[in-house]
């Protein structure tokens, strides 16, 4: 166990030092960040703006989000789903989540009808418009995957995915 967890740090450290060194020259670059380096909050989020700057580039001529992006995955994987129930399924708060659907809905991506299950609950399905976007972005995600695979190297891609893949199950309360 403690040699997995030792592999672990070693491909975070790796993954921080390659951020770091593939982000632009910046005024403060060279600033001492102390026991900021250390910590694996700080690292997350550096390494997430990294990947949501490098996702917005490739997603731009499709006019996605992130959050968009997973939203349109998953309502295509579970059309008919009440949107309260995809909102929990993705982290989003209700009422970001609402605008975002208001949004995908304006560009003709998805429709709300009324939930057979329950006529007060809005039930998601994509538009013919929404599928052909999200088939164009299918393959925009792949390329931009495959270079976070590029640049770990797939067995470290995959050790990074499986650890992150337990914060998905770890409540905020628990930990302590």
Known sequence: MSTEIGRRSVSAA???RKTESAAPSAPGRDLDLGRLKALMG?????????????FAKDFAALG???A???ALVVIQRNPGRKQSEIAAALGIQRTNFVSMMDELEH?????RGK????RRAHA???TEKGERVLKKAMVAIEIHEQRWVDLLGPKDHACLLKTLRMFLDVDAN???
């Open 115 to 118: 939930s057979s299950a329950d």
């Open 64 to 66: 996605l989000r992130p």
């Open 174 to 176: 628990d930990v302590g």
């Open 124 to 126: 998601i399905s994509l």
């Open 42 to 54: 700080y690292a997350l989020r550096r390494a997430q703006l990294t990947v949501f700057e490098n």
């Open 68 to 70: 968009q992006f997973s």
């Open 107 to 111: 560009r003709g991506l998805t429709f």
């Open 14 to 16: 790796k993954i921080a």
